[in-house]
């Protein structure tokens, strides 16, 4: 059974800056497309950002058009690690942040791993 754990959410101002990090036990997931998502108050969750495997020649990675410019996805095989940079953050990004395998980096309609806790991201006005 894989175990995703996210972590390094927390408050910030407008403009503020987190890096968000998650970690899959059971799994080593280096041959897989990963994304994040998030969910904020009464609202679904939404894709945000996805990367592809890195056995290819290349890695690639696709973001919501929310979060274009501001975000950055990247991974860490050594480490079992991907991570979310974000950079001038608005209010509207407060939400919960969580990890899943995908099918394909830029294919959200499908995720293959349970849900993790998430982490939570605040962003203050």
């Known amino acids: 059974q894989v175990h995703v754990v996210e972590s390094g959410g927390g408050l910030v101002q407008t403009e503020g800056s987190l890096r968000l990090s998650c970690a899959a036990s059971?799994?080593?997931?280096?041959?897989?497309?990963m994304g994040w998502f998030r969910q904020a108050p009464g609202k679904e969750r939404e894709f945000v950002a996805g990367i592809s495997w890195s056995g290819g020649s290349a890695i690639y990675t696709y973001y919501a058009d929310f979060v274009k410019g501001r975000f950055t996805i990247s991974r860490d095989n050594a480490k079992n690690t991907m991570y979310l940079q974000m950079n001038s953050l608005k209010p509207e990004d407060t939400a919960i942040y969580y990890c899943n395998r995908l099918n394909y980096y830029n294919d959200a309609s499908r995720t293959l791993w349970p849900w993790g806790q998430g982490t939570q991201v605040t962003v203050s006005s």
């Open positions: 059971g799994r080593t997931f280096s041959s897989y497309a």
